[in-house]
């Protein structure tokens, strides 16, 4: 009988899953595992400390967990000074007997290319494995996307319902007869709720040993680690995942889209870390909020809203991201090009909204999604930021950044700079929507109902410069055409008003070109 070939594993740091399509059938008799900490992967942006923490500290635990089942498991701790993924798998085949190195598909471009770069000089052939932990395969979504006009979420997401049977009822029809609840999942806050305080996760003394490593090597990265709180192994994540199921879900759905004062997180799952680097698994959190439903622990609205960001938008942006790679990296439809002014590293800004959304944002790598895009994104798409720089800021300070979702996030849902593949307009809104979904204007130094002049929120004038500068682009747009018509009928005086204050508003917060 043929022996089997003894393969070299590489698990990369956002691959810590059983269900890792490599380990399904791993066997320790033949198999090798390799996990490291590199260089090049920690610092190819200034990531938040919080999110290095959370990797190392996860990819130590998966590789105590693997070891424990009897597999020899190769970890190279960072301060062994590995440059790269491919110095350690160079390495590792030159230190063991392996017939083959095998990968699962990285979910970034960058990466993908380093591991092609990394098998044409190894001595042993690189296997690289589709990564079946999405729902839908980068072919799935070829084939959905492929011919189409526009490529609407909507759309996808029903398919994606159909195709795992959920929220369906007995006829196969979605369950209360439509499939998009999200008209009931746009409420303000106004603080008449408690939120529930969150549970901490303590660090273990492996996570201490990463927290204090990290301090001392990435001394200038975003991220106050006395308040690391993340947990770092499948069984914690399982445990914050319930948690939120228990005391957050039944909320989610209508304060999805608030912003408070009290709370970064009000009702929020805060479970994406975990999903994307391989601690929980996409299907599971939305069966089991199905079940919620089914149970009668959570409205329909609220399990609908969940499941659709996870089954719908997660792997709807994973597939965009892979279908438009990689010139979608270089668009930049409005030419958005003004430099990303520093309190973006800082939160030193005396808007109240944006100055606490960016505060949390590098403090704790966490941002939920309407301060992601309509306080800080939408900021900044007003304001004209460059786009690759505001890019790469997202990429920095997130928990759960990665490139696969937080490029179509930023530059496609967020900059428009995708003219609008994803969006049928570009997320721009004024003072006015602020003030409408929380109450951080009541504790900022702007008034929303003012234009110009002092105290007027910068917002409102930059709204409307957004829409002078690019009229010709909105007004082929459906859904921007009035609002370009009703500016343009404004009186030539009140236009140059409010255009002379934005400009004056826009030098003084974001001073430079
Ligand atoms: P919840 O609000 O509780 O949502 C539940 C889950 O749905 C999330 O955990 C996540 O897995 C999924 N989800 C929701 N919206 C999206 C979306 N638009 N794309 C992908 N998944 C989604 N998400 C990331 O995971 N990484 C990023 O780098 C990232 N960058 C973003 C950048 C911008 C400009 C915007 C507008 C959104 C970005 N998002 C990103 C999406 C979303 O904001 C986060 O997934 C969410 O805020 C994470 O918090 P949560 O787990 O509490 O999510
Ligand atoms: C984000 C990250 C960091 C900070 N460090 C490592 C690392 O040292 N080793 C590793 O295997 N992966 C790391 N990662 C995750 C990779 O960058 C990730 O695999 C790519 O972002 C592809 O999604």
């Known amino acids: ?5 003894k393969r070299l594993l590489l698990i990369l740091g956002d691959q810590l899953s059983d269900e890792n399509p490599l380990l ?9 595992l390799l996990l490291a900490e590199v260089r090049d992967e920690a610092n190819y942006v200034p990531h938040n400390r919080h999110k290095i923490v959370l990797i190392f500290s996860a990819m130590r635990h998966f590789c105590q967990r693997w070891r424990e089942r009897g597999f020899t498991v190769i970890y190279r701790e960072f301060d062994e000074g590995v440059t790269s993924l491919g110095q350690a798998v160079k390495a590792a085949v030159d230190a063991c007997d392996v017939d083959t190195v095998a990968v699962t598909e990285p979910g970034e471009y960058r990466v993908l290319q380093h591991l092609h770069e990394v098998g044409e000089n190894l001595s042993v052939p690189l296997t690289i494995a589709d990564d079946t932990r999405f729902l839908a395969s980068r072919s799935d979504f070829c084939d959905w996307a492929d011919g189409r006009k526009s490529l609407r979420m ?9 195709r795992y049977g959920l929220l369906l009822d007995s006829a196969g029809q979605p369950e209360g007869g439509k499939w998009n609840y999200d008209s009931e999942n746009r409420k303000g806050w106004r603080g008449r709720e408690t939120i529930p305080a969150r549970p901490d996760v303590s660090p273990d003394a492996i996570t201490a040993e990463v927290i204090d490593e ?6 200038d990265n975003p991220g106050d680690l006395n308040a690391f709180r993340l947990a770092v192994t499948r069984e914690v994540a399982l445990e914050q995942f319930h948690w939120f199921c228990d005391h957050a879900l039944d909320r989610f759905g209508t304060y999805q889209d608030a912003l408070a004062e009290e709370s970064p997180w009000l009702f929020h799952s805060l479970v994406s870390m975990y999903i994307n680097i391989g601690l929980l698994e996409p299907l599971e959190v939305c069966r089991d909020v199905e079940q919620r439903y089914r149970d009668g622990h959570c409205s329909l609205a609220a399990a609908e809203g969940f499941i659709r960001q996870v089954l719908g938008w997660r792997e709807y942006i994973r597939g965009v991201y892979w279908w438009a790679m990689p010139g979608y990296a270089e668009q930049n439809t409005l030419q958005a090009e003004r430099s990303l002014p520093s309190w973006f590293w800082t939160g030193d800004v005396s808007l109240r909204c944006l100055s606490q959304a960016i505060t949390q944002s590098l403090d704790h790598g966490y941002a939920h999604h309407i301060q992601r895009l309509m306080v800080i994104g939408n900021f900044a798409l007003l304001a004209g930021l460059d786009v690759s720089e505001v890019c ?3 990429l920095a300070v997130y928990v759960d950044a990665f490139e696969w979702v937080e490029l179509p996030n930023t530059l496609g849902m967020a900059l428009h700079a995708d003219g609008g593949l994803m969006a049928s307009k570009p997320y721009a809104a004024s003072g006015k929507y602020l003030q409408r979904q929380g109450d951080h204007c009541a504790a900022c130094t702007y008034d929303p109902k003012q234009m110009t002049g ?6 409102n004038s930059l709204y409307w410069r957004f829409i002078d ?4 682009y909105l007004a082929e747009n459906a859904r921007m055409g ?11 005086e009140e236009r140059e008003a409010i255009l002379v204050w934005a400009e004056q508003e826009l030098e003084r917060l974001c001073p430079g070109t």
């Open 482 to 492: 009035l609002i370009v018509g009703g500016w343009r009928k404004r009186a030539r």
């Open 392 to 394: 790469e800021w997202y």
């Open 1 to 5: 009988m043929a022996t089997e070939a």
């Open 454 to 459: 002092g105290g007027a929120c910068p917002y």
């Open 469 to 472: 500068r690019h009229q010709d």
């Open 214 to 219: 990290v301090q001392r090597t990435f001394p």
């Open 154 to 162: 909507e759309y996808f997401y029903r398919e994606m319902r159909r």
């Open 24 to 32: 399904i059938d791993a066997n320790p008799d033949r198999d090798t």
